[in-house]
């Protein structure tokens, strides 16, 4: 065919005559485009509404002189011609400037064609395991975020495409045909995220869709899940089988620790993100939440923290005790003023129990390591004091013992401003249902715990006056190697506690001898700590430079008591002069 005449017939497609072009459909199997000519388009033809055939508008004598050969246009019969001009103003089909007047060069293994319109949406590989079912069902658009549209209804005939359909077609193609990325979401399962379009396929339909990308074991554990948003299909994920049952169907480590495999996913929710954490309990993991949330502005990006328990009955039974606290905290705290954790979900998954939290930033000790351990300034001390201890206000208010306050367990909720917030209650617990004797990390220990004496709220106040102190000297204020040597570190402060005292507790014999003297303890260095050997002044001095705080020094001496009943409550605390003097 002469190049005029290929020219001419491009203006007459390009004009809206009803003269069609080979149309591109894509080869499954090597992912470009090819041109299909008359034979072998009578598929898609049927699957779009599209006629694949080509014709000319001019007379029927032009068309017969011309020689018509596989990928030119032959004549279409008048009836098809009218059909086809009633589906384009049905579906009022643009013709957006990359199908008038570019040709498609940027795309590997294509020969320079026009583009008239593509025959269904065949651009992402797994929605083209569909194409047959385009005729019954619009074909679901899918989401950066591994998040699926549900099909919509067919409200048109078989034979139309509808108009928005198109329209994101004709967006994905352009960003093709400029060298644009088309970037798969975070697992891979989706194209785009759009607002409010998004929402779970059922398992069945997932089943169906990416079961390539899901192991034996999920194929059968999808089915018992009404919602799928995320099945981390780009995860290089443990291929589990039905049958091979030992350590949790390989799930677990020997420890019964879930094994974390990065991009895969939680509950057919959560994707994971990276590990933040691990502990006697089992893990955290940073991890993106795949359904979408009510406007929140303190959930950004839908970033969860999830602690997964270990696989053990004795932390099975912990993580059951803290959801029930973290249960009643939320309904006494509804308005989130307490500066205490939100729990956002708990969940049962592959036999862990799983608890979803709102992620927050760096916590206490990891912002002085990056202080260099020179300590706070006093005015941003007190402004984390008020707020430790009105969170400490609302729990003992209702009889609630945290049990394990350190600096790593208080986080920033942003990394550039002071708001903070108190996590772990792992380890708490409500007065009259106290079961663990061996709580609180050694250094924030009291030393009622350590000596085996009745303990209860007043065991968080002294780890709260160890917390003060270290985040304005930068060091800790007990720094014991093990238990004798931290209650030798106490005694250097305190002095020796009293017979009344030593005598209601019931590990006394451990650390005093029959006159109610400590033992003798020798540390790692070879140093002996000796009662009475320091003062709360010298203990709170960072520097011989660094000025005299009389009523910081008398707050964290009214922390820091034998007798627990001796101790400040938080209530008490908070009206302290030093406090006072931080909401000037």
């Not at 089909?93 to 320079?112: D, G, M, Q, T």
């Not at 780890?463 to 250097?492: H, K, V, W």
């Amino acid at each position: 065919m002469s190049e005029p005449m290929k020219q001419e017939r491009t203006m007459k497609a390009l004009s809206g005559s009803n003269t069609r072009l080979p149309i591109p459909v894509q080869n499954r199997q090597s992912g470009i485009f090819k041109s299909v000519d008359k034979g072998k388009c009578k598929n898609a033809e049927q699957t779009t509404g599209y006629d694949c055939s080509s014709g000319s508008s001019s007379s029927s004598s032009e068309s017969e002189s011309e020689t018509q050969t596989p990928g030119e246009t032959v004549t279409l019969n008048k009836q098809h011609k009218e059909d086809q001009m009633s589906i384009m103003q049905t579906t009022k089909l643009r013709k957006p400037e990359i199908f008038a007047s570019k040709s498609v060069k940027s795309l590997p293994s294509y020969s320079s064609r026009f583009i008239s319109c593509p025959t269904n949406d065949l651009l992402h590989d797994q929605l083209a395991k569909d194409r047959e079912k385009l005729t019954k069902t619009s074909a679901s658009l899918i989401s950066a975020q591994g998040v699926i549209s549900q099909p919509e209804e067919e409200t048109a005939s078989s034979n139309s495409i509808e108009p928005n359909r198109i329209e994101k077609i004709h967006e994905r193609l352009q960003c093709l045909v400029e060298g644009e990325d088309v970037k798969d979401g975070s697992t891979a399962i989706d194209y785009k995220k759009e607002k409010g379009t998004i929402e779970a396929v059922n398992a069945k339909m997932a089943l169906h869709r990416f079961k390539p990308y899901l192991s034996p074991y999920e194929q059968t554990e999808i089915l018992k899940y009404h919602s799928v948003y995320c099945v981390g299909s780009y995860a290089k994920k443990h291929w589990a089988t039905t049958d091979q049952t030992t350590l949790n169907y390989g799930y677990d480590d020997e420890k019964g620790d879930y094994q974390i495999v990065i991009r895969d996913h939680l509950n057919y929710r959560y994707e994971i993100i990276e590990s933040l954490g691990k502990g006697s309990f089992g893990q955290v993991v940073k991890c993106r939440d795949m359904k979408p949330q009510s406007k929140d502005k303190n959930q950004v990006n839908n970033i969860v923290a999830v602690k997964i328990i270990r696989n053990k009955k004795r932390f099975h039974a912990q993580a059951l005790t803290e959801i029930k606290i973290l249960e009643k905290l939320m309904q006494l705290d509804p308005h989130n003023k307490y500066f205490i954790v939100r729990m956002l979900d708990n969940f049962y998954f592959r036999e862990h129990l799983c608890i979803v939290f709102e992620c927050l930033s760096l916590n206490l000790y990891e912002v002085l390591q990056q202080n260099s351990y020179q300590g706070f300034s006093i005015g941003l001390v007190k402004r984390f004091a008020h707020q430790i201890l009105s969170a400490l206000k609302l729990l003992s208010d209702h009889k609630i013992i945290h049990c394990d306050l350190k600096p790593e367990n208080i986080l920033l909720k942003q990394p550039d401003k002071s708001g903070i917030k108190i996590i772990d209650f792992g380890s708490s617990c409500f007065v009259n249902e106290r079961v663990y004797s061996y709580i609180q990390s050694r250094f924030y220990r009291a030393p009622e715990v350590i000596l085996g004496l009745e303990y209860g709220l007043p065991i968080d106040m002294w780890s709260t006056g160890c917390i003060l102190a270290e985040l304005y000297t930068g060091r800790p204020l007990f720094p014991g190697e093990n238990e004798p040597d931290q209650l030798a570190c106490i005694m250097q402060l305190l002095g020796v506690p009293d017979k009344q005292y030593l005598d209601r507790c019931a590990r006394k014999k451990q650390f005093f001898d029959m006159y109610d003297q400590p033992r003798k303890s020798i540390n790692s260095k070879g140093k002996k700590r000796k009662p009475n050997s320091m003062t709360f002044t010298e203990a709170l001095k960072r520097s011989s430079h660094d000025a005299y705080d009389r009523e910081f020094v008398d707050f964290i001496n009214k922390c820091l008591t034998w007798e627990p009943s001796e101790r400040m409550t938080p209530e008490k605390a908070l009206n302290h002069p030093w406090m006072k003097a931080a909401k000037k």
